[in-house]
Nanobody, 112 residues
Framework: QVQLVESGGGLVQPGGSLRLSCAAS????????MSWYRQPTGKERELVAS????????NYADSVKGRFTISRENAKNTLYLQMSSLKSEDTAVYYC?????WGRGTQVTVSS
């Protein structure tokens, strides 16, 4: 079955960086566009970034443009989110999404 497993979350100070990974299995990863979403505590889940199946096209939420980079390695069935210049408002559970499936999420906390 389809599995998406996120990793790389943690506690980071404001201005710091983190790289999230999403390991995909159970489907042909290179056929599907993929996305990262996030959900702050008590708020709705929101789209952070998307990438086309081949990786040539990307889209970002205005709030993360210029700070986050989505990428993928189809040979490794892995999706990434490089996050830089992190702010407290980036604190959330980050989810990988693709092929109509969600991962379980990884917590990112930005705090001094």
């Amino acid at each position: 079955q389809v599995q998406l497993v996120e990793s790389g979350g943690g506690l980071v100070q404001p201005g710091g960086s983190l790289r999230l990974s999403c390991a995909a299995s159970g489907f042909t990863f290179s056929f599907y566009a993929m996305s990262w979403y996030r959900q702050p505590t008590g708020k709705e889940r929101e789209l952070v970034a998307s990438i086309s199946n081949g990786g040539r096209s990307t889209n970002y939420a205005d709030s993360v443009k210029g700070r986050f980079t989505i990428s993928r390695e189809n040979a490794k069935n892995t999706l990434y989110l490089q996050m830089s210049s992190l702010k407290s408002e980036d604190t959330a559970v980050y989810y990988c999404y693709g092929r109509n499936s969600w991962g379980r999420g990884t917590q990112v906390t930005v705090s001094s």
